[in-house]
Every structure is written in structure tokens, then in C-alpha cells.
């Protein structure tokens, strides 16, 4: 099924801690992310972009509001549907988290091994596709300590792609990249994403890479505005 909107967000309050030591983090958040837009959410340090990314992801149970991923309602919903839901999203993360023991095609084929109906010669197949498109063809069989650190953020890409997900979350995947690597990386990583279709979240400070979206938010006060122009 498609839906007209990966993400609608509605009135999403979040708090950690219990009693006199709770502390509201969102606050009443609305958002809504057309299938197919790319859309960067930026905000201060601690104003909750991750904690409402891993609501966003399936990653978190969500406490009140609304959050409909990919038509699915995940305020409430069960253990199976959010993994359900997750089998749909690419995660990308500030540190690439390869395994270190891996190759990088090992690493992008294990993020197939929850699909049904796949042998392992097609896994590895995929993963060399995928590795080839975002310029790792001659790098498939080097263990992440062999690569640089924007050769590492490609093969998480690669990883977040191979499965053909309908939603990227990206949180900030060029933090610990310098301005080439991290350039080629959301680069590569929205061609791809544009060719299938995919919605991409991308959470950054990283001004340099603004131009990559459709749109661009930002979450303050526990609450999202529209970026005030830079
Ligand atoms: P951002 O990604 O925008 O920097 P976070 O979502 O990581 O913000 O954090 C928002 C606020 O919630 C911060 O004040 C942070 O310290 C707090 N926080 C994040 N995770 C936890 C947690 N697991 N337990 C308690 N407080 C947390
Ligand atoms: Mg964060």
C-alpha cells in the first residue's frame, strides 16, 4: 500500500524520568512528511531530535499523541507491529556501528537477514549492488578498520539502503565526517534514495548539507518550527 504521507506527527508529548524528576523533552510536536520529501530537522543539543527520531523509528514506545509511520499508528501499538514497521525504515547513525569483524559486504547483508524467501548468495549479491552504488565496488571485502570514515558512513548507507526501505532516519550522519566525505555520503545517499522513492528524516547541524532537502525544520522548546532562514 502507499501513502500519501511517510509521517504524520500529531500533538507528541514525550517526558523522561518518574515523579518530582519527570522532565518533558517534546512537547506537543506536529509534523507531517510527505511519501518521497527529503527533510532535514535541526534544533540545539538536548532539544529532543533523537528521542523524537527513535519515536519516529519504532525505536521507542510513544506515551501521548500521535505518530502514523508509513500508515501505521505506533502510539499503542504491539511488540510485532513496531517490528513490523522497522523492517520498513533505514536507520543511519552519527557513529557508522559496523561490526567490526564483518566486511562492509557482510555488514550490508546482514541487514537482509530478517527478509523472508533471500539465500545467503542472494544477500551477498545485494549487498555488492548496493556497495558498488555508493562507490565501494573495490572495498566489499575490507573490515571497517580498512576504510576511512566516510568509506564507513557509505557502507551505512549502503546497509540503510540495501533492503529498499520506504523511510530513511538519518541522525547526524556526517557528525564525524569531515566536509568531502560528508558531502559524498548524503549526496550518494539521496540519489539512491531519490531513484526509489524513498522519505528520508535527516537530523543535522550541519549546515552545509541543507541544500540535499526538500524542506528544512526545526525543533526547539520541544516543538517544531519552520527553519528560520540561516
Ligand atoms: P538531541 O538529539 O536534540 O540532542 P535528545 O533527544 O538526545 O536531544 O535529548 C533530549 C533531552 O532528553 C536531553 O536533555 C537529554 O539529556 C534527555 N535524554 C535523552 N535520553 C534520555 C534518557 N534515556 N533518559 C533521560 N533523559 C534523556
Ligand atoms: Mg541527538
Redesign the pocket.
Known amino acids: 500500500m502507499t501513502v500519501a504521507n511517510a509521517i504524520v506527527v500529531q500533538n507528541l508529548t514525550y517526558s523522561?524520568?518518574e515523579g518530582a524528576l519527570r522532565?518533558p523533552?517534546l512537547k506537543g510536536v506536529d509534523l507531517t512528511i510527505k511519501a518521497g520529501e527529503i527533510v532535514i530537522m535541526t534544533?540545539?543539543?538536548?532539544?529532543?531530535?533523537?528521542?523524537?527520531?527513535t519515536l519516529i523509528g519504532a525505536l521507542r514506545a510513544a506515551q501521548e499523541g500521535s505518530v502514523k509511520v508509513l500508515g501505521q499508528e505506533l502510539a499503542g501499538a504491539s511488540q510485532r507491529q513496531m517490528i513490523q514497521t522497522r523492517l520498513d525504515i533505514g536507520y543511519i547513525f552519527q557513529q557508522h556501528n559496523l561490526l567490526k569483524s564483518l566486511t562492509a559486504a557482510q555488514n550490508v547483508a546482514m541487514s537482509l537477514e530478517l527478509r523472508d524467501g533471500l539465500t545467503t548468495a542472494q544477500r551477498r549479491d545485494m549487498a555488492h549492488k548496493i556497495l558498488a552504488d555508493v562507490g565501494l565496488a573495490d572495498h566489499v571485502d575490507k573490515v571497517p578498520a580498512q576504510l576511512s570514515g566516510g568509506q564507513k558512513q557509505r557502507v551505512s548507507v549502503a546497509r540503510a539502503l540495501v533492503a529498499k526501505p520506504k523511510l530513511i532516519l538519518a541522525?547526524e550522519p556526517t557528525a564525524s565526517l569531515d566536509k568531502v566525505s560528508g558531502q559524498e555520503a548524503v549526496n550518494i545517499l539521496k540519489k539512491l534514495a531519490r531513484e526509489q522513492g524513498t522519505t528520508i528524516l535527516l537530523?543535522t547541524h550541519d549546515y552545509r548539507i541543507h541544500d540535499i532537502a526538500d524542506r528544512v525544520v526545526e525543533?526547539e522548546d520541544g516543538i517544531i518550527t519552520p527553519a528560520k532562514p540561516a
Open positions: 523522561y524520568g522532565r523533552v534544533g540545539p543539543s538536548g532539544s529532543g531530535k533523537t528521542t523524537l527520531l541522525d537530523v525543533l
